[in-house]
């Protein structure tokens, strides 16, 4: 059985940091590129980070581009997100979501059941 | 950066409807689009990729078509665990932007 367990959620507050982490299990991690997408409360989706298979290629959204590092371990099967500087805008559940062995551009196969992230003072 | 819109932004249906979602894309993605179904308090749940059309066990009444900028998303039969809210997101090029979300309603 495939499963995505998200974990590192919390309340954090302006201008601080958390990391989220990713473990995987039932799927072959090393060889599946992956993302980070969230959603504000109430609203939609959000694609915002990838990291190919090997962790040498990563891609973020302007919204987070320079405050958030997306990194894995493909030896522990797993996803991190360290984010910085986190804004009150930044609230919002946060899914892993890893593609099929085809690829990225053939959509997010695998997701988490998601993190909460709440940034308020 | 390439942007998604998906019309209309929630519909009313009941059961046994044929519903169609339009998706369109600001620049020509060729195939390169997957749908997801999201319930409330749920993930996303990936339906199909225009590459490959549907995901093993998704029901067969779930079909999507189209290419270039033009995409939709058709349930041919409407039934209740159906209704949840759907995305289009383009995947050919970086940011891989979602469409804002279609809701299906219960009429």
Request: proline share 4%; glycine share 10%.
């Amino acid at each position: 059985e495939v499963q995505l367990v998200e974990s590192g959620g919390g309340l954090a507050q302006p201008g601080g940091s958390l990391r989220l982490s990713c473990a995987t299990s039932g799927f072959t991690f090393r060889s599946s590129e992956v993302n980070w997408v969230r959603q504000a409360p109430g609203k939609g989706l959000e694609w915002i980070s990838y990291i190919s298979m090997s962790g040498t290629t990563t891609h973020y959204a302007d919204s987070v581009k320079g405050r958030f590092t997306i990194s894995r371990d493909n030896v522990k099967n797993s996803l991190y997100l360290q984010m910085n500087s986190l804004r009150a805008e930044d609230t919002a559940i946060y899914y892993c979501a890893s593609a099929s062995l085809l690829g990225n551009n053939y959509g997010y196969r695998y997701w988490g059941q998601g993190t909460l992230v709440t940034v308020s003072s | 950066d390439i942007q998604m819109t998906q019309s209309p932004s929630s519909v009313s249906a009941s059961v046994g409807d044929r519903v169609t979602i339009t998706c369109r894309a600001s620049q020509d993605i060729s195939s390169w689009l997957a749908w997801y179904q999201q319930k409330p308090g749920k993930a996303p749940k990936f339906l199909m990729s225009a590459e490959t059309s549907l995901q093993s066990g998704v029901p067969s009444r779930f079909s999507g078509s189209g290419s270039g900028t033009d995409f939709t998303l058709t349930i041919s039969s409407l039934q209740p665990e159906d209704f949840a809210t759907y995305y289009c997101q383009q995947t050919n090029t970086f940011p891989q932007a979602f469409g804002q979300g279609t809701k299906v309603e219960v009429k």
